[in-house]
């Protein structure tokens, strides 16, 4: 004569259907973040062109230059003549492309003289920053 066996009743819970809510959840909040631009120190007012390229190569060195004639050297504060001196002491590292966002109100002649000592500093890729 043949038994059955009785089935015994599975009491565990099915977890897949709490994976699937869980991964939907976290899919929500990683598409809905706000994700902060950390690479703009300050605030400076940057001319505007038509025909400006978003560049999303990173460049070595980023130059700031405010509208009162600040300037920040990889966000540290530097004097005009400090400047070069920087520029020698990093000519010499494999960085060879800088960036420059200067405010509109500052006089073209300040950012001349900024690319000028970077191209005595042996950086020949300069770009210069506009919306």
Known sequence: ??????EEENFGLDMTPMIDVVFLLLIFFMVSTVFVDFKRRMDLSLPTSKSSVLDEIPKNFE????ADKQIFFDGKKV?????????????????????????????????????????????????????
Request: cysteine-free.
């Open 79 to 131: 004097t005009l003549s400090s400047l070069e001196k920087v520029l020698r002491e990093s000519s010499k590292e494999e960085k060879k492309s800088a960036i420059i966002r200067a405010d509109k109100n500052l006089p073209y002649g300040d950012v001349i003289k900024v690319m000028g000592m970077l191209q005595s500093a042996s950086i020949p890729d300069i770009s210069v920053a506009v919306k």
């Open 1 to 6: 004569m043949r038994f059955r066996k009785e």
């Open 63 to 66: 130059i700031e230059m405010t």
